[in-house]
């Protein structure tokens, strides 16, 4: 835990007590604040209070007592309009922050030049961390990993000068950072996302250029064109800002020319490492999210060799185009935390025989964005609610069987591939679907997928 020593002997006001509230809250508690914490849940409410923890309704207190309100990542600061605690902040004159911003205040106070990589982007963000985090860690450094990656950024060792943080950052937490500073920060791109909560397009982008602009070192990827903007920007503000890209040559920076990541400089490129041959960094987008993890190593001291050991060793993130078995030349990949078309299509991308098992909980658009994809699919087995609309949509251009159930789904597809006399396959699963209908979420679906793959005979677990 971090204890929230800025604020200690401060009233200070929060709303959501979910996971990473609750962290919170306990860090502030830990760090000598006075805490007045609520959520719409009774539930979380009460657990908060047999905790110890000051609880109270934030409609009826004096918000002028206040120091400062810290806010859930995933209760509305301002679109489609400000939850009600946002309106009683503001009215006071209530700053409003983030368990992010008080990880940022923490380690300013107690050690500033301690290493802080934090990573942004609509896609990517968790396999880029992920990959980061093993560079660092297999080099024998202490790394403390947590964020949006799903461990509560409060929950981790408190801010020493030898020790490294990489941190996971969503729109919603940079919005509630206003200081956020690392030492590097990486934005791997844009398009389109959550813009519910963010109005428009620009207000998106605006807010996930500050954390590049705060980075000593800002890493941007620069095949969109919000993104080159941004780099242009933060460049003109003198920092110092490394360009990469996945669909692009470059004269200074890293750039993918297929699976190998080329470093750029005065115009003269060079091979940095090849990734032909690790499992886990298939495909362009792994490209890329290698190209800015080199980047940000390389930013805090690490060196060339170090990096490409720890690009070689990563095992990748889990449910996440992992490969969990193999046998023979088949390899079965879980990727389940693939829950709509567009995230499902990075793994289809990067195989060329595949054995696919999808379906679930039909999102909007269905499959049919994933065509270019189809020839390289020898079979599709489905399951869950989506069957039957995913095999209109696969019809006459796909061979499908409706499976039903994963676990027919994961025996169907071993023994097709274990027929298979075309070369190397993919078993996988990659649903294109949300989990609910047979799983309580995606994790619990791709543990399921891994125990199947288990049980079928001759098959070498690689998890």
Request: charged content about 20%; glycine content about 10%; hydrophobic content about 45%.
């Amino acid at each position: 835990m971090i204890p929230v020593t800025t604020f200690s002997g401060k009233n200070v006001a929060l709303f959501g007590l979910g996971g990473s509230g609750l962290a919170t809250a306990r860090a502030l508690v830990a760090g000598g604040a006075t805490v007045t914490a609520w959520d719409d849940n009774p539930d979380s409410v009460a657990k908060a209070s047999a905790e110890g923890i000051g609880t109270g309704d934030l409609r009826q207190v004096d918000w002028k007592g206040f120091s400062a309100f810290v806010l859930s990542p995933g209760v509305p600061l301002t679109h489609p309009k400000p939850h009600w605690t946002v309106d009683l902040a503001g009215a006071a004159g209530v700053e409003v922050i983030g368990d992010v911003e008080l990880f940022v205040r923490e380690r300013r106070a107690h050690a500033p030049d301690c290493p802080f990589i934090a990573i942004t982007g609509t896609n990517g963000k968790s396999t880029t961390t992920a990959l980061i985090a093993h560079i660092l860690k297999s080099s024998g450094r202490d790394t403390q990993l947590g964020g949006n990656i799903g461990t509560a950024v409060m929950t981790l060792d408190p801010p020493a000068d030898d020790r490294f943080y990489v941190v996971e950052c969503s729109s919603y937490q940079i919005d509630l950072a206003p200081s956020l500073d690392p030492s590097a920060g990486i934005l791997l791109n844009l398009t389109p996302d959550h813009l519910d909560r963010h109005g428009s397009m620009q207000h998106y982008a605006d807010i996930k250029e500050r954390l590049v602009a705060g980075s000593d070192t800002a890493i941007v990827g620069v095949d969109d064109a919000f993104c080159e903007a941004i780099a242009d920007r933060v460049a003109l503000l003198g920092k110092s800002v490394i360009r990469i890209a996945r669909h692009r040559t470059l004269g200074e920076g890293f750039y993918a020319d297929g699976a190998k990541i080329m470093r750029a400089e005065g115009g003269q490129a060079e091979l940095f490492a090849d990734l032909d041959g690790i499992q886990t960094l298939r495909g362009s987008h792994n490209a890329q999210n290698a190209a800015a993890a080199i980047a940000a190593c390389l930013a805090v001291g690490v060196s060339p060799n170090e990096i490409r050991a720890g690009l070689t060793s990563f095992p990748g993130l889990k449910h996440r185009m992992q490969p969990v078995g193999r046998r023979g030349d088949t390899v079965f990949v879980n990727d389940s935390k693939a829950t709509n078309a567009e995230a499902a299509a990075p793994a289809l991308s990067s195989y060329e025989r595949i054995y696919w098992i999808a379906g679930g909980l039909p999102k909007e658009g269905g499959i049919t964005t994933l065509s270019p994809f189809f020839p390289k699919i020898a079979k599709a087995y489905l399951i869950g609610e989506a069957a039957p609309a995913f095999a209109a949509t696969l019809s006459d251009t796909v061979a499908f069987e409706i499976s039903g159930t994963l676990d027919q789904a994961v025996a169907h597809a071993a023994a097709d591939a274990a027929r298979d006399n075309a070369g190397p396959a993919a078993v996988m699963l990659s649903p294109a679907c949300a989990s609910f209908d047979q799983y309580k979420n995606f994790e619990v679906r791709g543990d399921a997928f891994v125990g199947h793959v288990a049980a079928i005979d001759g098959v070498t677990m690689l998890v």
